[in-house]
C-alpha cells in the first residue's frame, strides 16, 4: 500500500519545519525547556497500573492464559470507565494463530495447535468527521512463566498500557481533532500478532490511517532517554519529536530504526514492536521506548524498579507528542 507518501508529505507541508538528518539526541542548545506547569497525567494512577497488571495473580499475562485474561479484563473495565466507545464487541478482537518456534519473541516452551488471544480497542471519535486516523498502541502481554518463574514484564509492557490508558483519559477529556483508536494488543512476545490480526481486519479503514504511535518499555532509564524510533522511515514526523522536546526535560533521541554501517539489522527496532506490523503495510508510525536494561525479559522486570519521577515525565511527554499529532496532520 502506498499510504507513506502522500501523508508525510502533507505533514512537512503543514508543520513548516526543515527536516535534518542523523541519529544524535536533541542537543541542549535546540531545547527550550519549558515544561507546563499544569499536568495532564495522574502519576499515581500510572504506578497504580503497572503494578496492578504485574502483580503475580497476572501471570505474567501470557496469551491464551488465565493472566491474559485477567488483563484484558483490567483494560476494558478501564475503557469502559473512561468513557470511550467500543470499535468492536465488547471492545475485543479475538484471533487465533499458532505459536512460533522459540526464540526471541516466543517466550517460553511451544505448545501445540492454535493460541487465542485477543487485542482489546476503543475509540475516541475526533471533531472532524472526515479526518484521518491515529491509532495509538501498546501489547499488554508479557512472557508468562518461564523454567519455573513468573515473568512480570513491569516495563515490558505494563508501562505502555500505563501510558495508553494516560493519554486515553486525557484525549476524552480533551477530545481531538482526529478520531484516536486506541489498540492493547496481545501476542506481541509470540510475534507480533495481535498487531496482524488489527492490521488484517482494521476497525477503520487501512487507507485513512495517518499514523501509529506505538509504546513499549517507556518506563526505566538510567539516563533519563526515550528513543523515537521511525523518523528514518518518516521524516517528516521529526519536527514533532523536536517541538516536543522543546517542552520536556526528558532527553529524547532518535535512531534504532535504520540498518548499521554494515548492514545488520541487530540494532534496528523497526519490525521489532507492534509498529512494525503498521510499517509494512504502509501506515507511517513512530515508536517510543527506552534501550534494553539488565532486566529486560527476566523475572525481575519488577514495579519496584520503575523510577516514577521519570516514568511520569515520560508519559507526560507521550500525552504532548500525541496532542500535537494531532494538531499537525492534515
Known sequence: MKLVAPVVAAL??????????GDAVLGAQQR??????????DRDELMRVVRTLSQPSFEGRRTGTPGGALARQFIRDTFRQIGLAPPVRDFLQP?????????????????TGPIEGANVLAVQKGRQPLATAVIVSAHYDHLGFVNGAT????DD???GIAALLAVARYLHAHPPAHTVVFAAFDAEEQGLQGAKAFVQSPPVPLTTIALNVNFDMVSRND??????????????????????????????????????????????????????????????????????????HKATDTADKIEPAFFGDV???????????????P
Open 223 to 296: 539516563r533519563h532517554e526515550i528513543y523515537a524510533a521511525g523518523t528514518f522511515q518518516n521524516p517528516s514526523l521529526r519536527p514533532l519529536v523536536a517541538e516536543v522536546q522543546q517542552r520536556t526535560s526528558v532527553a529524547i533521541k532518535f535512531g534504532h530504526d535504520r540498518p548499521d554501517a554494515r548492514g545488520s539489522t541487530d540494532d534496528d527496532w523497526t519490525l521489532q514492536s507492534d509498529h512494525g506490523v503498521f510499517h509494512q503495510a504502509g501506515v507511517p508510525f513512530i515508536y517510543f521506548g527506552v534501550e534494553d536494561h539488565r532486566d529486560y
Open 95 to 111: 484471533f487465533a494463530f499458532v505459536q512460533p518456534p522459540p526464540g526471541r519473541l516466543s517466550g517460553s516452551a511451544t505448545r
Open 12 to 21: 512537512a507541508i503543514w508543520t513548516g519545519v526543515q527536516v535534518t538528518a
Open 315 to 329: 508519559v507526560e511527554m507521550l500525552v504532548d507528542f500525541v496532542i500535537t499529532a494531532d494538531q499537525r496532520l
Open 157 to 159: 509492557n505494563a508501562s
Open 151 to 154: 515473568y512480570p514484564g513491569a
Open 32 to 41: 527550550r525547556l519549558s515544561p507546563s506547569s499544569i499536568s495532564r497525567v
